[in-house]
């Protein structure tokens, strides 16, 4: 379901710093050059570090003005919840554990789509995921397809995959450890950043959510379609809590941006788990996302109680 592009871990600034190099000419003393060029890889190194040194004390403030704050969607009813709704809507139930082993091609351009979040063959999640599990399990049942999941990574092809990847994907997935892996990529590309962000937006458990599942269906990404072009594109019509602005304004404009980007995606597309699901719980005042919740995914009823 997600797009394709740069996975970010995290909303942290980022700095360019340029530097100018001189040619010297044919006259110039050598020992002059050498100390030029010295000059300038310390002034390049020292503008490396001052932007370093800013972007930690921007994340460290950042940190402490998090931990001040409410747990809210990181709670762990809050956060098993958020797994019910996302789970109904990319595996169509709230019992998202039973979707370890799921795998198959939904036909939207991404590949293999599989496991609890959807990562897919085509949009470098899933190549990430397999990556950092073998890291620590070598000898796992998918390590061989690192290869193929390397040459098919941004594309929707199949090739060194069929026929054994998805029985391959299906028998690591009663695997514990992988299990285990499938979550763990799951908090540290998607979860973690997109409350962290919300957080800072100024953003109850409510917005929370919505960042989150923005965040798995269009990808961690800075282009237009992506999780961070939506949300500068909101943020250019409606202030942030953060900014002083109305929380609901800005949610409905920011699920208002999200759903024209779904439609010119895949036009036709079904976008219920915005229209009749995180609509529903914003007209509704749930800011905080109490339950008992009651929503609409692809025609389906769910309920929490």
């Known amino acids: 379901m997600k797009r394709a592009g740069v996975l970010l871990l995290g909303a942290l600034p980022v700095i360019a710093a340029g530097v100018y190099f001189a040619v010297p000419d044919d006259s110039a003393d050598p020992a002059d050059t050498a100390a030029a060029s010295s000059s300038s890889s310390a002034t390049a190194r020292s503008t490396r570090d001052d932007a370093k040194d800013r972007a930690e004390e921007e994340r460290e403030a950042d940190d402490a003005l998090i931990a001040d704050l409410p747990p809210g969607l990181a709670a762990p009813a809050k956060k098993e919840l958020a797994q019910q709704l996302v789970s109904s809507a990319e595996n169509s139930t709230t019992k998202w554990r039973t979707a370890y082993g799921?795998?198959?091609?939904?036909?939207?351009?991404?590949?293999?789509?599989?496991?609890?979040?959807?990562?897919?063959?085509?949009?470098?999640?899933?190549?990430?995921?397999?990556?950092?599990?073998?890291?620590?399990?070598?000898?796992?049942?998918?390590?061989?397809?690192?290869?193929?999941?390397?040459?098919?990574?941004?594309?929707?092809?199949?090739?060194?995959?069929?026929?054994?990847?998805?029985?391959?994907?299906?028998?690591?997935?009663?695997?514990?450890?992988?299990?285990?892996?499938?979550?763990?990529?799951?908090?540290?590309?998607?979860?973690?950043?997109?409350?962290?962000?919300?957080?800072?937006?100024?953003?109850?458990?409510?917005?929370?959510?919505?960042?989150?599942?923005?965040?798995?269906?269009?990808?961690?990404?800075?282009?237009?379609?992506?999780?961070?072009?939506?949300?500068?594109?909101?943020m250019a019509k409606a202030r942030t809590p953060g900014q002083g602005g109305s929380e609901k304004a800005y949610l409905e404009t920011f699920l208002d941006v999200r759903e024209q980007a779904m439609r010119a995606k895949r036009p036709g597309i079904d976008t219920s788990r915005v229209g009749t699901a995180q609509r529903r719980f914003l007209t509704a005042g749930n800011l905080k996302l109490a339950t008992p919740l009651v929503w609409e995914m692809y025609g389906d009823t769910y309920r929490v109680p």
């Not at 995921?129 to 399990?137: F, M, S």
């Not at 028998?171 to 409350?195: G, K, N």
């Open 102 to 234: 799921s795998i198959q091609d939904v036909g939207d351009g991404d590949g293999y789509t599989a496991g609890i979040i959807g990562f897919c063959t085509g949009t470098h999640d899933l190549l990430m995921l397999v990556e950092r599990y073998t890291e620590g399990h070598p000898d796992n049942g998918l390590a061989e397809y690192l290869p193929a999941l390397r040459e098919v990574d941004g594309s929707d092809s199949h090739e060194g995959l069929d026929p054994g990847f998805t029985a391959a994907w299906q028998a690591e997935a009663e695997v514990p450890a992988f299990r285990a892996a499938q979550e763990e990529e799951r908090d540290r590309v998607y979860f973690e950043p997109a409350v962290r962000l919300a957080k800072l937006d100024g953003l109850g458990t409510l917005g929370q959510f919505v960042y989150y599942d923005a965040m798995v269906f269009h990808g961690p990404d800075t282009d237009a379609e992506g999780f961070y072009g939506l949300r500068e594109r909101a």
